[in-house]
């Protein structure tokens, strides 16, 4: 198979497949988890303004008084290359492309040197939090296969798009073909891994803030 | 510098200045160092003095001749043209003015005269299928006729997409079985200058290489001269800019058109293609087809006919999503089921509760 | 019958719902939880970390729930829950997990890990691996009436004694009374001032209120086992002797988790709204104070501080009002560092104090609690639970701080003017 069927390969019959997995795992594992249910509190509820499910969605992603000091990798790490992922992602021109011509939308891309600097500002986070699950004691203790698994098929889009860019490693077909079927292999996994708390996070912090608000108390 | 050759091209109006300008530029733009361009100078003037004019065969398969068209239809024809000065053309098919059983003859005499010494072009794809039956010439199939010229040959350049790649004959569902020449030959040097067709520059640059130094230039992995296939046409564009700022011609007369924006949307295919056009240009360097307005078909890569469409762009999926829909019903029914598994195992739980009382906290 | 791992597992299997799939599907072992939790952060052992306090409960929710949990069992490539998991698990759910409530608050996904552990205690009550201690409190509420196994005569008598010290008529079993109120056995035994001083208040406030004979433990051990169906008989004895008397509102006393078990819990746990309202003392008397039922005079003048008992707080809701009546009698209020909604437990909460072989751990724990009192240097330290109030003179003896630890009910009572009870005595007698 030469370069440029691989390409052809990865942007057409494995594209398809992907997204086929990621949409049926995703609508399977949304129902499995939310089906279940929760019974209705019968208690008298204290209303409080600013308690409530809706609340905690947002306000969750503000630290707690006093925490940042105690784990300011998790914190600072953790949204560095949250926020850095969602920059490469969303606002680099060619990404925009493909979520327009599978879904119409479109919104203005940032400059590409910007989303380079942005990509390797986030590998190198990614790469802070990794060392950091190995020596924090915590961490590691909870660690599982998983842990290390899904941070590899995360960390690997955005290092095979920035090699791609900067023409590094491999010929650009190659390597913007390797970038594509990592963002694919991304696609499978997630749904079946802790990557699919970029999900359920939603509904947790709104379980989380509805229980707590129903006492009046503002999390 | 005397001789024949510089007196034949001052007749044609070119002066002796001229033609080192020519070879200087010829060396520059192979990457070579500055004396090359002299050495091939003096090369090619001393090939076209004696008796020692290399012998070239070209061998056209499964061609529409667009490569010969291409390597004759320069703009100052004498120089490019010139370079058969320098070769002894002894076989080519559109050039030569013998036909029939002549030709036959001269190109057997050819190869046994200079056995082991001449160099092979080919240009179209070789068609294997039915035994090479799609395309013969004097009732020989290509297939047969390059086995049989390739051992003789010092070196093959393979011209064309269809000679390097398989080309267009070489398309889903490849009827004619159409191959590349690499795929038949293993055991000689072949260069691979593809392109549909390859810019002109390029084959002569190839040619006064082997002429002046007799050996091929330095080739990538798919066998492309790297000083013309080094780069992709993206990293040379002169519209990048624009690709850097996201400025995108959606439709090819919008605004965005008309103000030369990057055709990255309309499918262009610059970022994965190389060649030499966006330096070195077509038409000596009058433009090329993401200048005129046409994002680029990557005709120098193997399959670029069947790479996803020449107006989908590089990032859309190169076929339509087919599976998503059923997909998302699979897995919503996938989750229904498990619901209901899910229920039934509570409610059998529920139904199974034995009430704790304070005997119950101790196990048995 | 008796306690089994089916038994448990089958609990596990009725109370895992969306929110807990839902929990355990967004974890992504960021150990944030552990830097809230003191247990983690006094003794550095990441086994007390909260979300690994659940990893059975995971795996039955993995193995009961999930379509590839159940393939994988199926196909035995999942590792069953045993009963000596769940016994070793013991530590993990009771000794080191007071139910505070802090991990709920920091968790960057939503996870209410403290709601998890409280459902995982009903697994593991079921099959028999709840603690000796709590058992035995357990044991002693259903059978006898209350944890510290206190009877109605000795209520009667501190009732008694209490009529003869402050000269106020302590009302048992009064139908129609506005307010029902109800003690946890601390305060019976150790802390007989909050009786008085409820008198006193409620005297000044104008307001009807009762004792009840068939009512008057507060304390839930069923709870803090974590046991529904244990809880909902404690439970039961005050609805109905609420219903009985036809009270507006029961106050639950200075205790955290008994307010928990009565006002969150209690009208799940019977299944019916409740048709009277339920408080907290504190909240109580947060609302005299606003309403100006609540005069008092002078004020304590040593530097005072305030606990604030997660049970009452960060998971009751009632947190402004005590800093509003530690003002009203305060002249040198200051909060400690983390006050509030995120203070940090005092280590015996849940029935932790229950635990007898959980006690080394708690001491390590209340090391927190020591810096947070390091930075304010508090000549007393004010709280509103009666079990924060023994942990925290049991740790404050181990460290050797001398901090007195009062009640904020009993330091307001004691300022409202003695006129209010003089004409009883006038009266009274």
Redesign the interface.
Known sequence: M????F??WV???G???A?????????????????????A????P?H?PGASGWH??FR??V?????VK??PV?YIG?YTFHIGLAIVVFFF???I??VE??TGLSW??????FVDFVAVVTMAAMVVVLVD?IN?????????FE?WFTWTVTFLPVLTGWLAVQ?LLL???TM?ALHILSVEILLVVLP?T?L??AF??F???????R??G????A? | MQGPLIDSLVRQGITRRTFLKYCATLASMMALPPTAGRAMAEAMAAAATGGQRPSVIWLPFQECTGCTESITRSHSPTLEGMIFDMVSLDYQETLMAAAGHQAEEALHNAMKANAGKYLLIIDGSVATGQGGAYSCIAGRSNLDLLKEAAPGAAAIIALGSCAA?GGLPNAKPNPTGAVAVTDIIKDKPVVNIPGCPPIPVVITGVLAHFLTFGSLPELD?LGRPKAFYGD?I??RCYRRPF????K?AKTFDDEGARKGWCL??LGCKG??TYNACATVKWNDSTSWPVESGHGCL?CS????W???GFYK???????P????G???V???A???A??FA??AK?ATAKAGHETTTLADLEKE | MSASLDKGVRVLKEV????????F????????C???CLF??ET?D??Y?P??KLEPLRRIYEQE????GRVKKRLGLSKPVTDAELAEWQELVYNSCTLCGRC?????????IV?MVRKFREGMSASGNAPEGIKGAAQRTITIGSPMGVKLPAVKAQMKHVEDDTGIPIPLDAEGAEYMVMLSSMEIINFPEYLGAIAKIMKQAGKTWTLCSTAFEATNAGMQIGNSDLARVIVSRIVDGAERLKVKTVISPECGHAYTAL??????LV????TF??KHIIEVLGEFQAQGLLKTEGKETDRLTFHDPCQLA????V?HQQRSLMNQVAANFVEM??AG??NWCCGGGGGASAIEEGEELRLEAFKKKKSQLDAVKPDRLVTACANCRIVLEEGLEHYQMDIPVVGLTEMLAEHIPDTATKSAEQQGA
């Not at chain 1, 509190?41 to 008298?44: I, N």
């Not at chain 1, 509904?203 to 803030?209: I, K, M, P, Q």
């Not at chain 2, 999503?321 to 998503?324: E, H, N, R």
């Open positions: 030469t370069e440029m069927q390409l052809t942007r057409g019959p594209l398809d497949i997204v086929a997995l990621f949409l049926l795992g995703v609508l399977w594992r949304l129902i499995e988890i939310y089906s279940l249910g929760r019974k509190d019968l208690s008298a204290r409080t905690t969605v969750r992603s630290p707690p008084p006093g925490m105690r784990s998790s953790g021109a060619p990404h492309k493909l011509s599978v203005p891309g940032l400059p590409s040197q699950r924090k004691p915590v961490k590691r203790y909870l660690s599982t842990d023409h010929p650009y077909t913007l079946f802790k699919f708390h359920t996070v509904g947790s912090r709104w379980y989380n803030g229980v707590n129903h006492k009046g108390v999390v | 790649y992995k992709t993206h990293d690709y850097d700022q996201g995108f990255f949307e970022p994965v990557g890569e193997p399959h670029f069947d790479a996803g762009a590089l990032s859309m999926p190169a076929d999503l087919k599976m998503a059923v997909a998302t699979a897995g919503a996938a989750g229904v498990v619901s899910n229920r509570k | 895992i719902d969306a929110p807990i799939a839902s929990y599907n967004s974890c992504v072992h960021c150990g944030l552990a830097e809230a983690y952060t550095g990441p086994k970390t979300i690994h729930y999930t379509l590839l709920s608050v920091v968790c960057p996904v939503g996870n209410d709601y006002r969150w819990e209690g009208a799940n299944g019916r709204p409740f309202e339920v960060r998971r009751g809701g947190i560092p983390d909604f995120m």
